[in-house]
């Protein structure tokens, strides 16, 4: 090998080393990048980058899904339009950052950069502003509700079934996040920090009678109408009496009309036909104990299974006992009821500027039609004369599960979930108000009558 050779030899190898080490350069660069904006941490609300950010871009602004601003930019100040009415969703900033002001915190704080801003940018120091982010959110049915709940404590979810897009959810008391001290806020004995309609756990009192009521129509498809009880107004578990509601004697009862007239004691009975052990597998199908397939943050709902109190076992047949649950979870329950079995994953982002709508996502079929439909017929006679009567002048199909859940806290919560038709459009709801009997029906009212005058319009 002459010279030549060999210094152009020594060059190839510099050149493949300085390759290597440029590539692993890049690669360290490029996982820099990453860790800083993309991951867990760079999106972490501990990340001074976003700190940063906050200084010199301007939030991008939320808006409902028909185009109505909800936040704005008042002299680099975050103004919340609607005060209190999107605390659950849109969240809020400057008493601890929460719910889509904190999750999408790098999305409202990214601007797209042009040439023409970049120079304005210069000349007149004013800020970038980020991208803004469109929910699905009504902020007509959120006001309706929101004035609902005006005098009341408790939540509201509701929920297209057909898409999974959640068109309301509000959780009272709510609070003014451009006005209020942080300090009072926390101490006040109402907590209106707690986001009632996914972190709040209640008993779910009768609505839970859905569940025992598909375990009968599941296990005896053909005779489970034959399966009656005489009710007298209270039945005598483990040396304990359980009564109906104002101890009222039914007679004999059918699924159909225990379910219409929510009769505690027929469905107490129904432990001679569905053990407590098939009763936690039917809770399991329906999404207890267990992260709910949504991007919402959501607290488990809570059954049991361990339970060997034979009395606290049969309080559960009737939505009592240690079973908790959270509205979110329960509209999501209206919501496969109404959508022939099916569960959609509930979303709240449509989209993000400038960017692709996200689409509906099936998550999985939870029972068959034929169920959904017994079900539906189930509910739809709870209004025809049953608990929820109070319905049936509205000028749609609507079922419910009317429920009243003692707790440890005074009076009882007063509970509705189902859903509402209107020719090829539905919505599926649960509305808890907090120690007020009988209170969530006329929300309900409220609701489904925002949704007609919408639709038909």
Known sequence: MNEKQR???????????????????GLCVVRVVYIAVWSELGLSPYNQRLNLMEDKILRGNF??????????????????????????????LGYGEYGLEKDYAKTLLSPTYTFLGILKNLFTKEKFVGHDVYLTLDNELQEVVEKAFAKNRGAAVVIE???GQVKAMFSAPAFNPNTANLEVVRN????????????????????FKILPAYGIMEKFPETYQDIVYNCTGEIIIDGEVIKCYDHTAHGMMNLSEAFKYSCNTYFINLRNYISYKELSSIAKQFL???????????KPSRFDKNDENVFSQALTYMGQGKTLV????????????????????????????????????????????????????????????GTGRAL??????????????????????????????????????????????GEAVGIVEDIVVNFLENNRN
Do not use: C
């Not at 099916?342 to 999985?364: C, F, Q, S, W």
């Open 188 to 207: 006040r004995e109402d907590n209106p920090l707690l986001n009632r309609a996914t972190q709040g756990l209640y008993p779910p009192g009768s609505i």
């Open 161 to 163: 079934p057909k898409t």
């Open 326 to 385: 959270t509205p979110f979870h329960m509209a999501m329950i209206a919501s496969v009821i109404a959508n022939e079995g099916v569960l959609m994953e509930p979303y709240l982002v449509d989209h993000i500027a400038g960017k692709k709508r996200n689409t509906p996502k099936e998550v999985d079929s939870i029972f068959d039609t034929a169920m959904a439909t017994n079900l539906q017929n189930l509910m739809i006679g709870v209004v025809n004369g």
């Open 288 to 298: 207890f104990d267990t992260k709910l397939p949504t991007k919402i943050l959501v």
């Open 392 to 437: 049936s002048g509205i000028p749609a199909t609507v079922g419910i599960k009317t429920g009243t859940a003692e707790n440890g806290n005074g009076d009882a919560h007063s509970w509705v979930l189902g859903f509402a038709q209107d020719r090829e459009d539905y919505i599926a709801f649960a509305v808890v108000v907090e120690n007020l009997e």
């Open 7 to 25: 210094v152009a030899k020594r060059r190839k190898s510099i050149i493949n080393i300085a390759i290597f080490w440029g590539i692993i350069l």
């Open 63 to 92: 808006y409902d899904s028909n185009g109505v601003v909800l936040t704005q930019n008042i002299d680099e100040v975050r103004d919340y339009i609607y005060d209190g009415r999107y605390n659950t969703s849109v969240g809020y």
